[in-house]
């Protein structure tokens, strides 16, 4: 997608989400103290800037990343691949590593010139995604995507169940900072309540995470890298750190004897 059309659709959601809210360019122009007529003119020019849609974006009570994700039309749902088209990728790592360089804008050019793999292999890997109807193979592998662009694992899909904890593991062995990464480890006691708020706030982000993603994704490659969040929070009993275990209550006890 295009920058113009990236704004075009911006514009589109704006609209749309007005006339969900009753609200009209008058309404909108007293809120942001401008005339009818400015407001007016700004949605026949598309003469935003980045700091008006963001205005625009507080009166309607909504940020940046609400319009995005209105813009590109998603539902509140992600969408997933089949068990067998999880499968199929799972079993096969390059064909795997290939959907998701395309699923990620790049262009079978740019792969072939980046990447260990002839052209002979990427189009066989190309007809195999085809085959699994995730892509749609083209003259000279134009590749148009078949699968919408909210597309995620399955929670407990067959990669996440082959790869899943040989690249977490992999992802945090190294020194975070060595990288020009970030980690922060916090621990408190709290209620049921904040957690699930705290549940809330870490699928939000995950959620920009994407939405960043796609907002970037008709820069060129070289000027992208793939970054790793990793989002997790349980119990956890903290022994090393008193150098003290809590009693085990007694069904423990009792589990343990038998």
């Known amino acids: 997608m295009t920058t113009k059309a990236h704004t075009n ?5 704006l609209k749309a989400t007005l006339k969900s809210r009753s609200l009209t360019y008058d309404d909108l122009a007293k809120r942001l103290r401008l005339s009818h007529a400015s407001v007016k003119r700004l949605f026949a020019e598309e003469s935003f800037t980045l700091k008006r849609i963001e205005d625009i974006c507080n009166v309607l009570e909504m940020d940046f990343f609400d319009l995005a994700r209105l813009a590109r039309g998603a539902s509140a749902d992600t ?21 998701y360089l395309v699923f990620n804008e790049w262009t079978v050019a740019t792969i072939l010139e980046t990447y260990d793999i002839n052209k002979a ?20 592998n134009g590749v148009r995507l078949k699968v919408p662009k909210s597309l995620r694992l399955q ?29 922060r480890f916090e621990f408190r006691d709290l209620s049921r309540a904040s957690v699930v708020h705290l549940e809330r706030k870490l699928e939000r982000l995950a ?39 809590k009693k085990r209550t007694a069904d423990e006890k009792s589990t343990a004897k038998n």
Not at 166 to 173: G, I, K, P, R, T
Request: glycine fraction near 8%; hydrophobic fraction near 40%; aromatic fraction near 8%.
């Open 79 to 99: 969408d997933e691949m089949t068990t067998p088209q999880e499968q199929a990728l799972a079993d096969d790592a390059r064909l795997m590593g290939l959907f």
């Open 121 to 140: 292999e990427c189009t066989k890997l190309l007809l195999q995604l085809d085959k699994l109807r995730l892509i749609e193979l083209g003259a000279n």
């Open 9 to 13: 659709a911006l514009i589109r959601a």
């Open 155 to 183: 929670r407990d899909g067959p990669i996440r169940r082959s790869h899943g904890k040989s690249v977490l593991n992999d992802f945090l062995q190294v020194e975070f900072a060595q990288l020009g990464g970030y980690f």
């Open 207 to 245: 959620q920009e995470l994407h939405e960043l993603a796609e907002l970037d994704s008709y820069l060129p490659p070289d000027q992208r890298q793939t970054i790793g969040l990793a989002l997790g929070m349980r119990p956890w009993t903290m022994s090393w750190v008193t150098g003290l275990k």
